[in-house]
């Protein structure tokens, strides 16, 4: 079992920033600390969820949806098992709420999620 907290969503005007957390916790995680992947998902309101970012928990590497490169960044606190996803240039289309996800590896889909947290982008 894995289980995954998101914080840090908010209200915040059009071109601001924010940084959501998502503390993981169980014994899983060791496990797969070598193959596990983790993600982050929106989905804004009336919407299907969609792929935000990922990050491999031993190399590193980043993907990013189109919509979010260039403003938002994905990293990681191995020390505190904690990812997260520093949000910049914000605009009422990032409104949404977002999920954090866990996989143990590349070749399964996402097997935990979060609760969601909301990030509202005002005019």
């Known amino acids: 079992q894995v289980q995954l907290v998101e914080s840090g969503g908010g209200l915040v005007q059009a071109g601001g920033s924010l940084r959501l957390s998502c503390a993981a916790s169980?014994?899983?995680?060791?496990?797969?600390?070598?193959?596990?992947?983790m993600g982050w998902f929106r989905q804004p309101p009336g919407k299907a969820r969609e792929f935000v970012a990922t990050i491999s928990w031993s190399g590193g590497s980043t993907s990013y949806a189109d919509s979010v490169k260039g403003r938002f960044t994905i990293s990681k606190d191995n020390a505190r098992s904690t990812v997260y996803l520093q949000m910049n240039s914000l605009n009422i289309e990032d409104t949404a709420v977002y999920f954090c996800?866990?996989?143990?590896?590349?070749?399964?889909?996402?097997?935990?999620w979060g609760q969601g947290t909301q990030v509202t982008v005002s005019s």
């Open positions: 169980g014994r899983t995680l060791i496990a797969y600390s070598i193959t596990a992947s």
């Open positions: 996800a866990w996989k143990s590896s590349d070749y399964v889909e996402y097997e935990y």
